[in-house]
């Protein structure tokens, strides 16, 4: 007589310390610099042993990665009808997703040049920063426009906004995103920073 397969509960454990794991990690990448991260200190915030965290994820990197693509999983808003207000709703989500506690922690561990991973973290790292820039211009070019490519949105909102959040230089703010799109518009450029 054979034994009934016994189900796998929905949610248990498993999803219990995927849970645990994952806030741990968010709330570490929030207070400390990304170099600071450990999978002891996660293990310990979450209150597992390191090795299940070893054992599911194998290195800090893949288990940042993964955070950083449910991060990264936000619905953008439906189109306004508007390509300028779009791309200003755009740079302003972009602005707050990497000045979020954690944020920009787990964009530089997704593109630090000491892991096997680089080449496809890149690639998912760039995939999930221009996820939105589809919606907007598949909605401009369906109301007949024809938008910037989006290698031109890449040059003059995405990349100054990373560049600026990394090396936190003062002034990137809302106003500072909603002005890249302007003088994308306008064609100038933003004059150049002086570091002090």
């Known amino acids: 007589m054979n034994a009934e397969p016994v189900a796998k509960r ?13 806030q741990a990690l968010t709330e570490l990448a929030g207070e400390r610099d990304v170099n600071q991260l450990t999978i002891p200190a996660v293990a310990e915030r979450a209150g597992v042993n390191p090795t299940t965290i070893y054992r599911r994820w194998g290195t800090l990197q893949a ?47 997704e ?9 496809s973290g890149l690639r998912e790292c760039l995939r999930r920063a221009t996820a939105g820039l589809d919606t907007v211009l598949e909605a401009s070019r369906g109301r007949g ?27 990137t703010d809302e106003t500072y995103a909603r002005g890249l ?15 002090r």
């Open 145 to 171: 426009e024809t938008p910037p490519s989006p290698e031109r949105l890449l040059d003059r909102i995405v990349a100054p906004l990373h560049f600026r959040v990394v090396f936190s230089v003062p002034g």
């Open 63 to 109: 288990l940042l990665a993964e955070v950083a693509d449910l991060r990264g999983t936000d619905v953008p808003p439906p189109s306004s009808g508007d390509l300028r207000t779009d791309l200003e709703a755009y740079a302003v989500r972009t602005l707050a997703d990497l000045t979020r506690p954690g944020g920009i922690a787990f964009f530089r561990a």
């Open 111 to 119: 593109v630090s040049s000491d892991i096997d991973e680089r080449r």
């Open 10 to 22: 929905p949610g248990g454990r498993s999803a219990r310390v995927q849970a645990a794991v994952h």
């Open 181 to 195: 799109v302007a003088d994308l518009f306008s064609g100038s450029r933003h004059q150049a920073v002086e570091l």
